[in-house]
């Protein structure tokens, strides 16, 4: 459904099945963080949702989460643009495996999120706690942090035996939002003995970041 705040309208295969809807993205996402839609759950994202607070996705098994996989897709036909102007990231894999975000790009569906804050911790999507085997895919990413440690999509700090490894990001657009010009595309920050390891990054368009000091 689609009204002046437009809404989330989630799905899953065992518990509460749904559709069940709510507010915004984050409000979804707290959702599965908490166990209410268990299983394989689907968040199809309408029109244009505004994200006042990050949009995270812990890993199952931690506090009540149940998930088995999460898709985050465009609803049919929608190019669906997701915004906010907060000094955090907008889509975080906070140790989280086996979300998969597909902006489609097919049949009028699409998929566009955008941080526009300059703020040093901000980021568009950033993978923190050793968040594995997620896929980011065909979506438009749009960042403004003027952070030299930072960038539109940040890989962070590892978590406690992991690095954030193996995930893939496939495909996607990844530029300047509004707000301004990101220092970093892709900033990625890891340790020797827990790096950000075997992940997959091919075939994105990464364009419009600047630092000064590096031109």
Known sequence: CIFSRA????????????????ANLEDAA?????????????????????ETLTVGFVKSGTGGASYSNVTISPAPGVAA????????????FNGSSNITVDGLNTGGSSLTFINNSTQ???????????????????????GSSVSTTSGVMTFGAAGSTVGNSNNQVLDNNIGDAPGGTPANGIYSLGTAIL???????????IYNYFQPGMA
């Open 7 to 22: 809404q989330v309208s989630v799905t899953a295969t065992s518990g509460t099945t749904g559709p069940t809807s709510y």
């Open 30 to 50: 707290e959702a599965v963080n908490t166990g209410l839609p268990p299983g394989a759950v689907r968040l199809p994202v309408p029109g244009p949702p505004t």
């Open 81 to 92: 643009t997701v915004t906010t102007n907060m000094g955090s990231p907008l889509l975080l």
């Open 120 to 142: 040093a911790s901000a980021s568009c999507v950033s993978f923190t706690d050793g968040a594995t085997f997620n896929i980011l895919r065909k979506c438009t990413l749009l």
């Open 195 to 205: 790096n950000n390891g075997g992940n997959t990054l091919t075939g994105n368009n």
